[in-house]
């Protein structure tokens, strides 16, 4: 790099312009990470009812656990699975999908997942 200045204190200095590369990833991973993404089925992560939870408890684990859950949702979703033995609590990815189930079941709560395009509507 080439500095040169007009002198003491004044401005004017002068640099070489900096060598930039450009790293752009091949079609093929470009491809790759697309299909992917589109290969990758969404999964529901369900909620089943059970006899030893209090019902104000399981709403506050579905607010505390799943992301976006408001308690109207959350009452829902709970009132579901105590009517109909099952709700679905959230569609997303597997691994989001195993994650909530995990947490779901570490706080007392029956859970499953399973493809979202399984069975249903």
């Known amino acids: 790099m080439t500095i040169s200045a007009a002198g003491p204190g004044k401005g ?3 640099l070489d312009r900096p060598t930039i590369e450009k790293t752009t990833p091949g079609r093929e991973s470009e ?4 299909k992917s993404r589109k ?9 089943h009812n059970d006899n030893f ?3 104000e408890y399981v709403v506050q684990v ?4 799943i992301p ?15 009517i109909n033995g099952m709700a679905v609590a959230i569609i997303c ?3 989001d999908a195993e994650e909530y189930c ?20």
């Open 12 to 14: 004017g200095g002068l």
């Open 31 to 34: 491809f790759d990470l697309r």
């Open 39 to 47: 290969t990758a089925p969404p999964y529901r992560v369900l909620l």
């Open 53 to 55: 939870n209090k019902r």
């Open 62 to 65: 579905l607010i505390k656990v």
């Open 68 to 82: 976006g859950m408001t308690l109207d949702i959350a009452v829902n979703v709970m009132q579901e699975a105590h």
């Open 93 to 95: 990815a597997q691994a």
């Open 102 to 121: 995990t947490q779901l079941r570490g706080n007392g709560l029956l859970s499953s997942i399973e493809p979202a395009s399984s069975g249903g509507c």
